[in-house]
């Protein structure tokens, strides 16, 4: 129930309530999306939004940049050690420290 | 689905586990004083053990599994509240899954249903409410459980219920507050932690911005992380930098679903309809001020407390049972003495061993005792 799961807004059911249908895993479920919404993303711009679900409510948008961002950070950290380890082989290799 | 493989990368969790070992191995942690980081959120101890992520970190670092799974902390007497009130023949008693077999003094709520109660699970608050809708003779309580992630779609179904003045329909308000339990875990003077992954559905909704006395007045590192292997992974490795860097701040790992400010619509709907408590009960760790919420004045219609004579009962744990020991992280699931023997998920004494997000289920059920033997 904490956990929550990913799903992409399909539908707005009613904009009144803030109810939507959300896509989970090809899984079609009503869910309230009062939390998602404000005067920069009104609901009607809500269609095809990544949310986080938990408990029937859409509680947070996914943030692709900041998804991203995070997937790059991680990238970039194996290619500095992959580098590092280059260069320590090479000076193995050479029998000397890394230049 | 969205993010998951991305964040369940075995190539780049190799990556993040080196890294972590190179840090380790440039801070002379002592042999017999591991670093302690304790993750707060139950939803990070299964998947710890879902992913076997104890299994690959170094042995100078022991993860510690903090109280964040609601259904644990329940005390014994609160289960007890909630058979009385599903055995009265008007009520319709809403749940959802997770409650329905933490045991009570004289049965569970899955017993009660058995022997005639009208208990029913749902999935959502929201369901609950149609229920309500569907049995305007009945009257349907809906046990409000969890910390901040659950507690706005409660207070949404409630100004939902009094919208279209839905009179049949009541909340049991169990909801818990993360902030002042973390606190009561940094003055026990049992623990000694080096820092904290931090919740992050409870942070989507309060943000950040809460966690500031962790670092500035306990001087300890909090990651806010989110539920992947990698982001587990990353997190450990951002709390290790601060220990290393000698800093203590409050950072955000899991950007893509927590802003720093948190979520204002939710925060607006909880500071609505709730009001803090004096104090709480907690199983294992007794009452903690102001870790609760109940229901304001303005929505006593909907407050099952005031619309139903709770009896509140106070029930010591049994004896065998050291829930309140495991959840303060003081000793290992599998070193309380009736684990896996008297105490398993199929016929559980403590809700530890209940939810699938409680240490103990976990740990039986990913074999969390065999994992260190198994990474060596």
């Known amino acids: ?99 | 689905m969205k993010y998951l493989d991305e964040f369940r990368d075995s190539a780049r969790a190799r990556i993040l586990v080196t890294e972590i070992e190179a840090l380790v191995a440039t801070m002379d942690v002592p042999h017999d004083r591991p670093l302690h980081i304790m993750e707060v959120c139950g939803g990070h101890t299964h998947s710890i053990f879902r992913f076997g992520i104890e299994g690959m970190l170094p042995k100078q670092i022991e993860l510690v599994h903090g109280p964040g799974c609601p259904v644990c902390v329940l005390p014994m007497g609160r289960v007890d509240d909630c058979v009385n009130i599903a055995e009265r023949p008007e009520v319709i008693f809403a749940t959802f899954g997770d409650a329905m077999r933490v045991p009570g003094s004289r049965k569970s709520l899955m017993q009660a249903k058995a022997d005639g109660a009208d208990v029913r699970m749902v999935y959502s608050p929201l369901d609950a409410l149609a229920i309500a809708r569907k049995n305007p003779a009945r009257e349907v309580v809906f046990f409000g459980l969890g910390f901040e992630t659950t507690m706005p779609s409660t207070a949404l179904t409630i100004l939902q219920a009094q919208s279209e003045r839905i009179a049949n329909f009541s909340v049991f308000c169990n909801h818990i507050t993360i902030v002042p339990t973390i606190k009561a875990i940094l003055d026990s003077p049992d623990l000694k932690l080096d820092g904290f992954l931090g919740p992050g559905h409870v942070s989507m909704v309060i943000g950040i911005a809460p966690y500031a006395f962790i670092a500035n007045f306990y001087r300890k590192p909090m990651v806010v992380a989110g539920f992947e292997p990698l982001d587990i992974l990353q997190s450990i490795w951002m709390v290790l930098k601060q220990i290393k860097e000698g800093r203590a701040d409050v950072e955000n790992q899991y950007a893509r679903v927590v802003p720093d400010q948190g979520n204002a619509a939710a925060l607006d709907a909880v500071a609505r309809v709730y009001e803090l408590r004096e104090f709480f009960e907690w199983r294992g760790l007794g009452s903690i001020d102001h870790s609760g919420v109940k229901l304001r004045d303005a929505y006593a219609q909907f407050d099952a407390e005031r619309k139903f004579a709770i009896p509140n009962v106070k029930i010591a744990d049994p004896k065998s049972c050291q829930c309140g020991e495991v959840l303060k992280g003081v000793i290992k699931p599998w070193q309380c003495k009736v684990f896996g023997s008297a105490c398993t998920p199929e016929m559980p004494l403590g809700a530890l061993m209940v939810s699938s997000e409680g240490a103990c289920a976990a740990y039986y059920q990913y074999g969390g005792i065999k994992q260190h033997v198994a990474a060596e």
Do not use: Y
Request: proline share 3%.
């Open chain 1, 1 to 99: 129930m904490c956990l929550g799961i990913p799903g992409c807004i399909v539908m707005i059911d009613d904009a009144a309530k803030m109810l939507a249908t959300v896509d989970i895993s090809g899984v079609r479920r009503q869910v309230n999306i009062a939390c998602i919404v404000d005067e920069e993303h009104p609901v009607s711009s809500c269609v095809g939004d990544w949310v986080l679900v938990h408990v029937g409510f859409a509680m947070s948008r996914i943030d692709e940049a900041e998804a991203a961002e995070t997937l790059k950070i991680l990238t970039e950290l194996g290619e500095a050690r992959a580098e590092l380890e280059a260069i320590h082989l090479s000076a193995a290799h050479l029998g000397g420290q890394p230049a």
